[in-house]
């Protein structure tokens, strides 16, 4: 009897293994890796209310692995607090860099170029 419930249990542990190396390896061959210069632009205004959340959810995607870019805080009226909070995340983290909206093309040129 034990025989018999500790094979079903084998066999059960080695579908899920199977289907488990198998969404892997999908995931690897589907995921939307970037090679070359793909950048993530969040906006930001004001006193940067949601721009934690949205950088996290972007570091999620980056350390995932399913995506690889640089994120670019773009300025768009940051007051005060919200131009030290931005500086302080793009300092945090290697791949986010802080830039005025009007100098996003030149910012993105100069990253390219690095």
Do not use: N
């Amino acid at each position: 009897m034990f025989y018999v419930i500790g094979r079903a249990v084998l066999a059960l542990l080695a579908a899920a293994g199977l289907l488990a190396l198998g969404w892997l390896l999908l995931g690897a061959a589907v995921a939307p890796v970037g090679r070359g210069g793909v950048y993530a632009v969040v906006p930001a205004g004001g006193d940067g209310e949601h721009l934690e959340q949205d950088l996290a959810g972007l570091r999620w995607l980056r350390k995932g692995g399913m995506a690889r870019f640089t994120v670019v805080i773009a300025d768009c009226g940051l007051s005060g607090q919200g131009r030290r909070l931005a500086e302080r995340l793009a300092w945090r983290d290697r791949g986010v860099i802080l830039c005025a909206m009007d100098d996003l093309p030149a910012c993105l040129w100069e990253e390219k170029q690095v």
